[in-house]
C-alpha cells in the first residue's frame, strides 16, 4: 500500500492528516502484535501463529479495492501491520533451525528480507 498512497491520497480525496494516520495504525499493528506473537512462539512454536496471523490479515487484505474512506483505509493498514507480526515468527524459526556458527547470519537474510517484502 506504501507505494501507492499517493494515488489512494487523490482518488480518496483524503488529506495528508488521515494518511499519517493510516500510517501510525499500521505500525501500532505491528508493534502490538510483536509484543503478542513472542509469547505464542514459545508457547505453541512457529506454525501455528504464522498460520493463523496469515489466514486473518489474507481477508481484509484481499479486499484493498473496497476501501473508499480513510477509516477504510486504517483498518487496512491495521490487518496489513499485524499481517507484518510474522517477522517475529520467522526470526524464531531461523533461531532454531540453524546452529549457533551460522544464526546470525540466518537471521540478518531473513530480517532483510522481511523488511524488503515489507518496503516494496
Known sequence: ?????????????????????????????????????????????????????????????????FVNTSVGLSILRLFIGIAGGTFVMCQYWTSRMFCKEVVGTANALVGGWGNLGGGV
Not at 10 to 16: A, E, V, Y
Not at 17 to 38: A, K, N, P
Open 1 to 65: 500500500i506504501a507505494p501507492l498512497l499517493s494515488e489512494i491520497r487523490d482518488d480518496l480525496g483524503l488529506t495528508k492528516q488521515e494518511i499519517w494516520t493510516s500510517s501510525i495504525v499500521g505500525v501500532g499493528g505491528t508493534i502490538f502484535m510483536r509484543f503478542v506473537l513472542g509469547p505464542a512462539c514459545d508457547k505453541w512454536g512457529a506454525r501455528i501463529p504464522m498460520a493463523f496471523i496469515l489466514c486473518a490479515a489474507s481477508i481484509p487484505t484481499a479486499c484493498t479495492g
